[in-house]
């Protein structure tokens, strides 16, 4: 679980990586056209050339053309959306866009983000360029939200460009990739994203072209584009090989995912398949720990004997000495799950260790034979259960030297005669009469018999009376 989650940090990572957008720098420049002189050419104003860079300066779909500087007017589009039409164009613009001048150059649309989705705008720009003339090559796309930590930074214009770099990454809610608006997929015209800030500031300087007290004269915009790169030549392919290594560090990844979802997969049905309660041939090994189960011999040599080819045995190695199956020598021992083992590795394995595959755990051993075997020991095991039982409850043994046993059938009779019987209402058991058969020699010596029917000089031929002190005998007749 720990590797999925390593690896679901590595694409996180990699996914912000790749969601930091080409951050362009623009440059402005304003110049005077005559509209009444077709034949006159356009003034520029070189005062006003500006470079302006901003981190939330986007570039969300480029073309080939777009690295490489191109100066492009500016024409107001609005919310770019489906109802927008050329009137509407040229109304925003003050008839600029009927210019002479203008069409002879390429443009660049503002519109404001917002009421339709980006992929609608775009649609609208292309339309009205190619209905119209408008030789529209890339639009921008300012933000309709505000955000007071937005910076720009406007410099005089120099032939050389610096870009700037920014310590921290730009935040997540003004991604152009993060925004719901932007479904756009592709694109034949570069498409870039601004902040509101700036996107508005040009707006203003769009409304600031046309002059009442003088209407022929128009002030016009002209946007310029630059990125960031070793060789400018190289262009689109450039961008193209940066990517690349964006995506073969997913394909890797995506190996090294399968490769571990594999081993995971493995690993689950290994633990599975024993705990599976439905299964006649599984095995629950937590009962059997560190008890040897070996598969008869018999069954054993009853197991298929193949040389390897492929589909003989799901495993194309053994598990056992991990050697590669040789395709028409190796001798191949199928088990009756499909898993195939080196016979010299198996046959130790089977008869002196388990009866499961060391691969899926599968039990070889037949049903019935797993059932008797299970049965003999329980069996087993109820009568050490029961033997210890006994030996709990059993009561101290009394030591052989301090007891005299009645040994022979006469002596009963004897003490049956010589005793009276004794009338009781209580049964006594055999473990009584057998504690109270059981009398000391130390107690029998200097006490006669009190029983009434003694009979004197009698003795018990069968016991003589110089027997070892433990082995005497019960007599009603005392010793001379």
Not at 349 to 371: G, M
């Given at each position: 679980?720990?590797?999925?989650?390593?690896?679901?940090?590595?694409?996180?990572?990699?996914?912000?990586?790749?969601?930091?957008?080409?951050?362009?720098?623009?440059?402005?420049?304003a110049?005077?056209?005559?509209?009444?002189?077709?034949?006159?050419?356009y003034?520029?104003?070189?005062?006003?050339?500006i470079?302006?860079s901003?981190?939330?300066?986007?570039?969300?779909?480029?073309?080939?053309?777009?690295?490489?500087?191109?100066?492009?007017?500016?024409?107001?589009?609005?919310?770019?959306?489906?109802?927008?039409?050329?009137?509407?164009?040229?109304?925003?613009?003050?008839?600029?866009?009927?210019?002479?001048?203008?069409?002879?150059?390429?443009?660049?649309?503002?519109?404001?983000?917002?009421?339709?989705?980006?992929?609608?705008?775009?649609?609208?720009?292309?339309?009205?360029?190619?209905?119209?003339?408008?030789?529209?090559?890339?639009?921008?796309i300012?933000?309709?939200?505000?955000?007071d930590?937005?910076?720009?930074?406007?410099?005089?214009?120099?032939?050389?460009?610096?870009?700037?770099?920014?310590?921290?990454?730009?935040?997540?809610?003004?991604?152009?990739?993060?925004?719901?608006?932007?479904?756009?997929?592709?694109s034949?015209?570069?498409?870039?994203?601004?902040?509101?800030?700036?996107?508005?500031s040009?707006?203003?300087?769009?409304?600031?072209?046309?002059?009442?007290t003088?209407?022929?004269?128009?002030?016009?915009?002209?946007?310029?584009?630059?990125?960031?790169?070793?060789?400018?030549s190289?262009?689109?392919?450039?961008?193209?090989?940066?990517?690349?290594?964006?995506?073969i560090?997913?394909?890797?990844?995506?190996?090294?995912?399968?490769?571990?979802?594999?081993?995971?997969?493995?690993?689950?049905?290994?633990?599975?398949?024993?705990?599976?309660?439905?299964?006649?041939?599984?095995?629950?090994?937590?009962?059997?720990?560190?008890?040897?189960?070996?598969?008869?011999?018999?069954?054993?040599?009853?197991?298929?004997?193949?040389?390897?080819e492929?589909?003989?045995s799901?495993?194309?190695?053994?598990?056992?000495?991990?050697?590669?199956?040789?395709?028409?020598?190796?001798?191949?021992?199928?088990?009756?799950?499909?898993?195939?083992?080196?016979?010299?590795?198996?046959?130790?394995?089977?008869?002196?260790?388990?009866?499961?595959?060391?691969?899926?755990?599968w039990?070889?051993?037949?049903?019935?034979?797993?059932?008797?075997?299970?049965?003999?020991?329980?069996?087993?095991?109820?009568?050490?259960?029961?033997?210890?039982?006994?030996?709990?409850?059993?009561?101290p043994?009394?030591p052989?030297?301090?007891?005299?046993?009645?040994?022979?059938?006469?002596?009963?009779?004897?003490?049956?005669?010589?005793?009276?019987?004794?009338?009781?209402?209580?049964?006594?058991?055999?473990?009584?009469?057998?504690?109270?058969?059981s009398i000391?020699?130390?107690?029998?010596?200097?006490?006669?018999?009190t029983?009434?029917?003694?009979?004197?000089?009698?003795?018990?031929?069968?016991?003589?009376p110089?027997?070892?002190?433990?082995?005497?005998?019960?007599?009603?007749?005392?010793?001379?």
């Amino acid at each position: 679980m720990r590797i999925y989650l390593l690896l679901l940090l590595l694409l996180v990572s990699i996914h912000d990586t790749m969601a930091d957008l080409p951050n362009p720098i623009f440059s402005e420049l304003a110049f005077i056209v005559n509209t009444t002189d077709i034949s006159s050419m356009y003034n520029i104003i070189y005062s006003t050339a500006i470079s302006v860079s901003c981190q939330d300066f986007q570039a969300v779909r480029l073309t080939s053309r777009e690295y490489t500087p191109t100066n492009r007017v500016l024409l107001n589009f609005g919310y770019g959306c489906q109802n927008t039409t050329i009137n509407n164009i040229h109304e925003m613009n003050y008839n600029s866009t009927n210019i002479t001048a203008i069409q002879n150059m390429e443009t660049i649309a503002l519109v404001k983000r917002g009421v339709c989705n980006w992929s609608e705008k775009i649609s609208v720009i292309n339309s009205l360029s190619d209905t119209n003339y408008l030789n529209i090559t890339a639009a921008f796309i300012y933000d309709n939200q505000t955000y007071d930590d937005v910076a720009i930074k406007t410099t005089l214009y120099q032939t050389s460009t610096t870009f700037p770099t920014y310590p921290t990454p730009l935040p997540i809610e003004r991604s152009a990739l993060n925004m719901t608006d932007n479904d756009l997929t592709e694109s034949r015209i570069g498409v870039y994203f601004v902040p509101y800030k700036y996107g508005n500031s040009l707006k203003s300087k769009l409304n600031s072209t046309y002059d009442a007290t003088n209407p022929a004269i128009r002030t016009l915009w002209s946007i310029t584009t630059y990125f960031p790169q070793d060789n400018p030549s190289e262009g689109f392919i450039g961008t193209i090989r940066g990517y690349l290594a964006y995506i073969i560090a997913l394909a890797a990844i995506f190996l090294i995912g399968i490769v571990f979802l594999r081993w995971w997969r493995i690993r689950r049905l290994r633990d599975e398949i024993p705990n599976d309660p439905n299964d006649t041939n599984a095995i629950h090994l937590s009962q059997r720990v560190h008890q040897p189960d070996p598969l008869p011999v018999d069954i054993v040599n009853a197991l298929p004997i193949k040389l390897y080819e492929p589909g003989v045995s799901k495993n194309i190695n053994c598990a056992i000495c991990l050697d590669d199956f040789v395709l028409g020598k190796s001798d191949v021992r199928i088990l009756p799950c499909g898993h195939g083992f080196c016979v010299l590795c198996i046959d130790p394995w089977l008869t002196q260790k388990s009866t499961v595959c060391p691969i899926c755990k599968w039990d070889c051993l037949p049903t019935d034979l797993r059932q008797e075997r299970e049965a003999q020991g329980s069996t087993s095991h109820s009568d050490v259960s029961n033997s210890n039982a006994q030996a709990i409850n059993m009561e101290p043994p009394v030591p052989e030297d301090s007891m005299t046993t009645v040994t022979q059938p006469n002596v009963n009779r004897e003490i049956h005669e010589a005793s009276p019987p004794v009338e009781t209402d209580q049964t006594v058991d055999s473990h009584t009469i057998g504690t109270a058969l059981s009398i000391s020699p130390r107690e029998n010596e200097g006490h006669e018999s009190t029983s009434t029917n003694e009979k004197p000089n009698e003795t018990d031929e069968t016991n003589p009376p110089n027997q070892r002190q433990g082995e005497g005998t019960f007599s009603n007749t005392t010793q001379p």
